[in-house]
Structures are given as structure tokens and as C-alpha cells.
């Protein structure tokens, strides 16, 4: 999929896709959103607001109030891509995301998932 269709996807379409992956492995929707926060700096009721009026997922990441600093420790493979390599930005944060539910998913431990 080119990033541009990437970015011009539903929020909430991709929010939930993010959550469901997190629940069909036992973790928790709590647990997702508390990624979601860490490394977008939106507050739990931004983002239940944005399940109302949802932006694209481009303006998303665009208008986060605080990307974490610590992202960017985010290494390893999505979709066949080493996150660290993707040059693009808005991508590459895209990419941070999916990374960090992919190990919610594999049972990781928040602390670890979180980079503390």
C-alpha cells in the first residue's frame, strides 16, 4: 500500500485493528491505548474523542502533542521493513506503532514495550 493511502486511512479503522491484534493474543485494550499514549503524548480523552470525529491517520501522527523521545530505541521488522532504515518520517512513526502493539501482542512486558 502506498504511504499516502496509509495516511489518508481512518483513525478509528486502524485504532481498532491495532486493539483487536492485541486482544486476540490476551492483552488488553487498556494495554494498547497505554502505547498509543506513551508514544503519541494524546491523553486517554483525546483519543475517546477521536473515536467521534476520527482524522486520518496521517493528521494523527501529525498532530501528536508529544512524539516520545524514547521512540526512537524502536528497532526490529515490520512488514518486512527495519523500522530504524524507513526514511520517511511519517511513515517511519507509523511504523513505531504497529512495532510496539506487534510486541504487546507477543506477550511482552509493558516496562520492556514502553522502553523503560
Partial sequence: MSPEKVYQMDFKKVYLALVNKALK???TQE???QIIRWLTGYTQEQLTDMMEHPPTYGDFFRNA???N???????????????????EPLMREIRYLDKLID???KGKPMDSILRK
Fill in 69 to 87: 523521545e524514547k521512540r526512537l530505541l524502536i528497532q526490529g521488522v515490520v512488514c518486512g521493513v527495519r523500522v530504524e532504515s524507513i526514511e
Fill in 103 to 105: 510486541e504487546l501482542s
Fill in 25 to 27: 493474543k490476551g492483552r
Fill in 31 to 33: 494495554e494498547a491505548d
Fill in 65 to 67: 502533542p508529544c512524539l
